[in-house]
């Protein structure tokens, strides 16, 4: 368990160390205040639903679909930098327990995602409230479940990460996963498809924000975890 802290510790700094990061959470932020902004103009015009009764929640959910492209950027190269940059050799002289090393990164990845993801949902909701007619005010339950989906689609970057190695297939394999496919399924409205889409960690992940959906949740839980064994048993196969 120390070894554990001691790893955790190095990846926290590493991490902060880093510019890509805040240049990551700064995108985050203001791709969530303007997809905010924007869908809450259209929750005036009565665009989002026929009733008017959309939430500041309701388009920071909505919001999150442009802001989620800049988390799973940070998340993803958390793991593919070092890769990348050969600094993966340097890292592992350092903590050579491949098994606690991407234990740390998902143990990082899931903090600094989950409180800045809570952050970004009461930035999202705050901008709503401030341009919506109704249904205006922060919701934090909203904003906790932001941070939870954020933190799950985190350690699931990094396990894809350390399965590909490389930034360009693992950023693919992401959006493909979480945002490419699913409407390519939904669209034909076919029972087998759309239960497929379902099961895929996006629409998953959405079910949760939306409706508080329990089989949601452990869905995209399920994802992350598998991602994570995957990219320990790649990382402990393959030589850095």
Same mark, same amino acid.
């Given at each position: 368990?120390?070894?554990?802290?001691?790893?955790?510790?190095?990846?926290?700094?590493?991490?902060?160390?880093?510019?890509?990061?805040?240049?990551?959470?700064?995108?985050?932020?203001?791709?969530?205040?303007?997809?905010?902004?924007?869908?809450?103009?259209?929750?005036?015009?009565?665009?989002?639903?026929?009733?008017?009764?959309?939430?500041?929640?309701?388009?920071?959910?909505?919001?999150?679909?442009?802001?989620?492209?800049?988390?799973?950027?940070?998340?993803?190269?958390?793991?593919?930098?070092?890769?990348?940059?050969?600094?993966?050799?340097?890292?592992?002289?350092?903590?050579?327990?491949?098994?606690?090393? +991407? $234990?740390?990164?998902? =143990? #990082?990845?899931?903090?600094?995602? @989950?409180?800045?993801? /809570? %952050?970004?949902? *009461?930035?999202?909701?705050?901008?709503?409230?401030?341009?919506?007619?109704?249904?205006?005010?922060?919701?934090?339950?909203?904003?906790?479940?932001?941070?939870?989906?954020?933190? +799950? $689609?985190?350690?699931? =970057? #990094?396990?894809?990460?350390?399965? @590909?190695?490389?930034? /360009? %297939?693992?950023? *693919?394999?992401?959006?493909?996963?979480?945002?490419?496919?699913?409407?390519?399924?939904?669209?034909?409205?076919?029972?087998?498809?759309?239960?497929?889409?379902?099961?895929?960690?996006?629409?998953?992940?959405?079910?949760?924000?939306?409706?508080?959906?329990?089989?949601?949740?452990?869905?995209?839980?399920?994802?992350?975890?598998?991602?994570?064994?995957?990219?320990?048993?790649?990382?402990?196969?393959?030589?850095?």
């Amino acid at each position: 368990m120390t070894l554990l802290r001691a790893a955790i510790g190095a990846e926290w700094i590493k991490l902060w160390t880093t510019r890509t990061v805040w240049w990551a959470l700064v995108a985050a932020l203001v791709l969530m205040a303007a997809g905010s902004g924007q869908y809450a103009l259209y929750a005036n015009n009565g665009d989002l639903d026929d009733q008017g009764t959309a939430t500041a929640g309701t388009v920071a959910v909505m919001a999150l679909g442009f802001a989620q492209l800049a988390f799973l950027a940070l998340a993803m190269l958390v793991m593919t930098s070092e890769f990348s940059t050969g600094t993966i050799r340097a890292t592992l002289s350092w903590i050579p327990s491949r098994g606690r090393l +991407l $234990l740390a990164k998902c =143990a #990082v990845v899931a903090a600094v995602t @989950f409180v800045t993801g /809570v %952050v970004a949902g *009461v930035a999202g909701a705050a901008v709503a409230t401030s341009l919506m007619d109704s249904g205006g005010g922060l919701d934090l339950t909203t904003a906790a479940k932001i941070g939870l989906y954020l933190a +799950l $689609l985190g350690v699931l =970057a #990094v396990g894809l990460g350390a399965a @590909f190695r490389g930034p /360009v %297939v693992t950023l *693919v394999v992401l959006l493909m996963l979480v945002v490419a496919v699913p409407p390519l399924l939904q669209v034909p409205d076919i029972a087998v498809l759309n239960g497929i889409a379902d099961a895929m960690p996006g629409v998953a992940g959405d079910h949760f924000l939306r409706d508080g959906s329990v089989v949601g949740l452990l869905i995209l839980t399920a994802w992350a975890v598998a991602a994570a064994v995957a990219g320990r048993m790649l990382l402990m196969k393959k030589d850095a």
